[in-house]
């Protein structure tokens, strides 16, 4: 203890040094390498930005700098050493008394978090009563401070809540609160806001950024997100399957990256292409409302969409955009208003619709683990929508099972493969051409890409342009992702609270003037520009404020 | 405008996005697994094989009839009489061979029956949902509510203990538990996004419970039918022990302790062999189910 | 909290319901009877003119729907009916031998609820050492004997070769309370280890399921000790399943001491269930039935009551 004790205090000195750490986990197969010989120092109050996409690392390596490894992994070489001791070699007793109180942990999902049988004070006091640095009392009084601090709404009442009465903001917020409870010397922030809205991340990074700052604590902050980390880090390293791809100080890596995988992450713009506009409408929504049970999702909904463009809806969760791409489907008959489809009024109930109706109108989910039978192989995904809408058999059907493939750039040889043989983007790629197998007129596409990584889901979206360039066929695209409407909308509509705020072109759509709402929702994406948090935040608060008096 | 994802060629999966495993066969892995299966659950699938050789093969192994007087009363055991002679002089040996086929012949039916009754409607409830859902789940709610020993007592009393009413009633009694766990599990699978495909597209309710949804549930249903294997075939016995399940001279094992109990108070054993028998079928059902259910939830019970 | 009161009446409601629509199942069961209940028991050569009279005597002749309204009356007065078999009133019959049961299964649960609860909470805490094996192992071997097995085994090697306790549970009116429990020790042991090694059981899957959440790896990155893991984080998460089998296996101490009964010749409801299945006896089996039923009843539904009392989602929304 003693030892640990005296190197608290000068700032600047390295707090974190970690050198050729390895990690395998187990699998199926055997044990995998997933950490491959990392180097990385922390300096007292400096914040590391740990950049990736899935399977890079990164969790890995920030849950290592507590000295922990999730069950199945183990640290096969390498040394930890924080304030002169490894810790891959203290005994579970040891970095208990480490944990919590000199390294602290933020996890992505506070819902997930925090105990649901448990107040949130008293999940805050724990910590430091239980490692006997406060007693309760004096634990609580500091609690509601934080609380103040991370301006949580009643800051003095706010911890006697459960978890499950708070909003994932706040609860996000109430879990940093936890973290610095004993003034710990490092935090590790895993991935703290990819689970929020656009609008609620900013809240929280902003919190995040104040109280770092003001007590000046080492951070570790992990993300897949650069423009995110780059309102928070002074230095970031880029990981890939495990190995650093390029480290070095945050202006340094977004203006002159090094390495052409950075410089990938970095290209934010997907793909433009020039917006059509159809001469005639595949879809038309006439005043829609919907409900669940008693619960309205949908007010006096009106869209269209144009033959062989895309209408991409925006919203945050819990603006009835999925609602209504299930109102459309007919799985949600709604309760008022009228569908047509084709120059056709449609029922809006799926039970009575043809099934040449159903073949035309195609759904991808967002999900496509749980959009694909993990029992059927390739071959009875694509073949069977053949066979029931087209009679294809045989050799006929397998031809035709072989073009899709092609079209989705897959080669026969998935022919047999089970969907856990593919990865994600190859998943999404093969519901999508499960919705041409059908030959659908209009496809729905309920957030398609927001389970995947930045890089897989720009190939998604190229795919279904190409499609679209060929097939002639419609879009309804569901999305709370910017950059994504930028990239594949003809039209954008935009949703709030079940209610459309804003719809037209999307030149008009991103070009001034806008209604409150979606200025708010533009001005929450963040930049690329380490500048960008500081200088957004006054106007945002005025427009937060706008939006909740509209 | 490029990224990897995108120009590698269509095989060469971009290393952003792999694949999570290469593993081909459900069977086959169970195969795999077997060969690295632990002690406990190769005692219970040898176990198994026994009882079910023995149970097919009874009237082969077994030295004397089932029903036939071969000596007096209580006979010790002899070189004639292995395992010596029961309460009416019948060979004890024999009768534990034959009861294998009975009550184990009996127990299985009956679960087979109650699988199909329980499996088949839990499956549809959960598909259909709404009201046919509602309803079934009520009625069970209370056939559950009266407890199955006494439940099976009753309509025993009522229909008469003959093979039919106690297969059917215990079937019908322990539907109720597969009802509830079929039903749970397919509703796991039944609001999952491809079962959501499979109604969009307009397939009938039969495609989307045989093709959607059972493969996705055969597990945890062959688990639960080792499961309910064990308490059918420990009620069954029960009630024979009570007098009121399988009827003599029919030789089973629940009925033989009873009958024979008496020796237990001179410190004689044998009457505890068909009670053995009974509990080592179950020991041995449990260790496989144990087992499989480990190897199929890929569900490593050790930190 | 105003919704909790709402929810418990409504829990209620339902269990008086069910048990409502169980005596009706068990009164139409009985009297969709095959054959005559009269002519049962008055065998086949008695005279048409007698079987009329005991007919009427039993009510028999009444519709049935008068004669259900009469039954449930009867029933909510406590009067039972008399047995078929030898005329003496049912309530009478069971009253003593529902205490006896209920004592018997009394002192099981007192053993085998915090024995079990226990095992459950150290086999979690010390998941995959030696002592969790091989507790995992017994328990499994254990759950599979048949209780009458247990019963017996126990019989050999305390009774006949040990001599400790007798073999027959013969309670007598005016046996003072020491003698009572050690005339029940083995009966009772036989329960306690048959339900323990189910307690137990559900207890470890109970917490082991809740180990896997996120909170609790939470809790490692906070410093917590193992030991408060498992008894601050995962044991009130564990709380509903655990309530739940627990109330299961009381409820299976009184319905499955039938067996146990029968083994000791122990005089409790069982005993005398069986007894009167065995003559017909169906007055006094629709009785017991219904009293078996009443309690498990009454158990599930205090089950749920409690599962909802402990639950923070419902007792403090949002």
Redesign the interface.
């Given at each position: 203890m003693t030892k640990l004790d005296s190197v608290r205090g000068t700032k600047g000195d390295v707090i974190l040094d970690v050198k050729g750490l390895r990690i395998r986990a187990k699998?199926?197969?055997g044990w995998a390498e997933i950490v491959k010989g990392i180097d990385l120092t922390l300096r007292r109050g400096e914040i590391l930005g740990l950049i990736g996409?899935?399977?890079a690392g990164k969790s890995t390596i920030g849950?290592a700098a507590?000295g922990?490894v999730?069950?199945?992994c183990r640290i096969t070489d390498g040394t930890i050493l924080f304030a002169g001791e490894d810790l891959s070699e203290l005994s579970e007793a040891e970095?208990?008394?480490?944990?919590?109180?000199r390294i602290?942990?933020v996890?992505q999902?506070a819902a997930?978090?925090?105990?649901?049988?448990?107040r949130l004070i008293d999940q805050y006091t724990?910590?430091a009563v239980?490692?006997g640095i406060r007693d309760a009392a004096s634990a609580r009084a500091q609690a509601v401070e934080l609380y103040r601090k991370l301006h949580l709404p009643n800051p003095e009442s706010f911890g006697e809540?459960?978890p499950?009465?708070v909003s994932g903001g706040q609860l996000q917020r109430a879990m940093v609160a936890?973290a610095l409870a004993c003034k710990p010397d490092i935090i590790v922030f895993d991935e703290p806001t990819t689970a929020l809205d656009v609008t609620t991340q900013i809240e929280v990074l902003a919190a995040i950024k104040d109280v770092v700052r003001d007590f000046h604590t080492a951070a570790i902050y992990i993300t897949h997100d650069l423009a995110v980390v780059a309102q928070l880090a002074d230095r970031i390293m880029v990981l890939?399957?495990g190995d650093l791809v390029e480290e070095g100080n945050t202006r340094q890596i977004l203006e002159q990256p090094s390495a052409d995988y950075t410089r990938?992450l970095l290209r934010r713009d997907p793909?433009k292409r020039d917006t059509t506009t159809a001469s005639r409408n595949i879809l038309t929504v006439s005043s829609v409302d919907a409900a669940y049970g008693s619960i309205k999702v949908l007010h006096d909904v009106s869209l269209s969409v144009g033959e062989g463009t895309t209408v991409a809806v925006v919203g945050e969760s819990g603006s009835g955009k999925s609602t209504l791409a299930r109102v459309v489907?007919?799985?949600l008959p709604c309760s008022k208003g009228t569908l047509m489809f084709d120059g056709r009024a449609i029922d809006s109930s799926?039970r009575r619709r043809s099934?040449d109706l159903?073949?035309r109108i195609?759904?991808v989910?967002q999900?496509p683990d749980?959009?694909?039978?993990?029992?059927?192989r390739v071959r009875e995904v694509l073949g069977?929508?053949l066979s029931?809408?087209h009679g294809l058999m045989g050799r006929l059907r397998t031809a035709r099972i072989i073009e899709l493939l092609e079209q989705i750039?897959?080669?026969p040889?998935f022919l047999d493969r089970?969907p856990?043989?593919?990865?994600?983007?190859?998943k999404q790629r093969l519901c999508i051409a499960?919705a041409l197998a059908?030959k659908a007129d209009l496809i729905i596409c309920d957030e398609v890409t927001s389970a995947?990584?930045q890089?897989?889901a720009?190939?998604i979206l190229?795919l279904l342009m190409d499609l679209q360039k060929n097939l002639r066929v419609s879009y309804l695209f569901i999305t709370h992702d910017l950059q994504t409407v930028r990239a594949i909308a003809d039209e954008v509509v935009v949703m709030n609270q079940g209610r459309i705020v804003e719809q037209g072109p999307k030149d008009e759509f991103f070009a001034p003037p806008h209604h409150p709402y979606t200025q708010l929702l533009l001005t929450s994406v963040p930049q690329m520009d380490p500048d960008w948090l500081d200088s957004i935040r006054e106007t945002r608060a005025a427009l937060a404020r706008a939006v909740s008096l509209a | 405008m490029s990224t990897p994802a995108d120009h590698s060629p269509p095989l060469n999966i971009a290393p952003a996005d792999r694949p999570h495993r290469q593993d081909p066969g459900r069977f086959r892995a169970l195969l795999e697994g077997l060969r690295r299966a632990p002690v406990s659950a190769w005692f219970g699938l040898v176990i198994v094989a026994i009882y079910v050789l023995v149970a097919l093969f009874a009237s082969l192994i077994a030295p004397y009839g089932e029903g036939q007087v071969v000596g007096s009363q209580f006979d010790p055991w002899t070189a004639q009489h292995l395992l010596g002679t029961d309460n009416l002089g019948r060979d004890t040996l024999s009768r534990l061979i034959y009861g294998a086929r009975n009550t184990v012949g009996i127990a299985f039916l009956t679960t087979s029956l109650a699988f199909l009754i329980g499996g088949s409607a839990g499956l549809v409830a959960a598909v259909v949902g709404g009201w046919v859902d509602q309803a079934l789940a009520r009625l069970i709610d209370i056939l559950m509510a009266v407890p199955q020993l006494i439940f099976a007592l009753l309509l025993l009393t009522i229909f008469g203990a003959s093979v039919t009413s106690l297969v059917s009633i215990i079937a019908v009694l322990d539907a109720t538990r597969v009802f509830r766990l079929a039903r749970a599990a397919g509703m796991n699978i039944a609001v999952m996004d491809y079962v959501e495909v499979a109604r969009l597209r307009g397939e009938g309710l039969i495609w989307i419970l045989s093709r959607e949804v059972l493969p996705n549930i055969l597990p945890p249903l062959v688990a639960e039918f080792g499961l309910r294997f064990c308490f059918v075939f420990l009620l069954i016995s029960s009630l024979s022990f009570l007098g009121i399940g399988l009827q003599p001279p029919t030789a089973d094992w629940g009925s033989m302790v009873r009958d024979n109990a008496i020796l237990i108070t001179y410190g004689d054993i044998t009457p505890l062999l068909p009670a053995a028998a009974i509990a080592l079928l179950t020991v041995g059902v449990n260790f496989l189910v144990d087992w499989f259910l480990r190897e199929t939830s890929g569900l490593d019970d050790e930190t | 909290m105003g919704n909790i009161p709402k929810l418990i009446i409504k829990r209620l409601a339902l269990g008086v319901f069910v048990l409502w629509v169980v005596s009706l199942f068990i009164f139409l069961g009985v009297s969709l009877l095959p054959g005559d209940v009269a002519t049962e028991i008055l065998g086949q050569s008695a005279l048409p003119e007698t079987v009329a009279a005991f007919r009427h005597e039993l009510g028999l002749d009444l519709p049935l729907h008068i004669r259900y309204v009469h039954w449930l009356g009867g029933l909510l007065t406590g009067d039972l009916g008399h047995s078929l078999a030898n005329g003496r009133a049912v309530s009478q019959l069971i009253g003593e031998r529902l205490g006896n049961t209920l004592f018997l299964a009394g002192v099981a649960a007192c053993f085998s609820v915090p024995v079990s609860l226990l095992l459950g909470l150290l086999t979690a805490l010390y998941r995959g050492s030696v002592f969790d094996r091989f507790t995992n192992a017994v328990t499994l071997t254990w759950i599979s004997f048949p209780e009458f097995f247990v019963a017996y085994i126990l019989i050999m090697f305390f009774s006949v070769q040990a001599g400790w306790f007798p073999s027959l549970s013969t309670m007598r009116e005016g046996d003072s309370f020491a003698h009572s429990l050690y005339l029940v020790t083995l009966p009772a042991l036989t329960l306690t280890l048959v339900v323990t090694a189910h307690m137990m059981r559900m207890t470890r899957a109970a917490i082991i399921s809740v180990l896997g959440s996120p909170f609790i790896e939470m809790a490692k990155l906070k410093g917590i000790g193992q030991r408060r893991i498992i008894v601050w984080h995962a044991l009130p998460n564990a709380l509903a399943p655990i309530i739940n089998v627990v109330v299961i296996d009381l409820a299976y101490l009184i319905v499955g001491v039938v067996v146990v009964e029968v083994v000791f010749v122990y005089p409790g409801l069982g005993q005398l269930m069986i007894d009167s299945v065995q003559r017909r006896d169906i007055t006094v089996v629709q009785a017991c039935s219904l009293i078996f039923a009443a309690t498990y009843v009454l158990l599930n539904m205090f089950a749920d009551v409690l599962a909802i009392a402990t639950n923070p989602r419902l007792m403090y929304p949002k």
């Open positions: 699998s199926k197969a996409e899935s399977g849950l507590l922990y999730k069950p199945g970095l208990r008394r480490l944990r919590g109180v602290a942990y996890a999902s997930a978090a925090f105990n649901p049988a448990h724990e910590v239980v490692h809540r459960f499950h009465q936890m890939r399957h990938q793909p489907t007919g799985l799926l099934l159903r073949r195609q759904l989910h999900m749980t959009s694909l039978n993990p029992r059927h069977r929508p029931f809408y750039e897959l080669d040889t089970f856990e043989e593919l990865s994600g983007g190859q499960r059908a995947l990584d890089s897989v720009q190939g190229r | - | -």
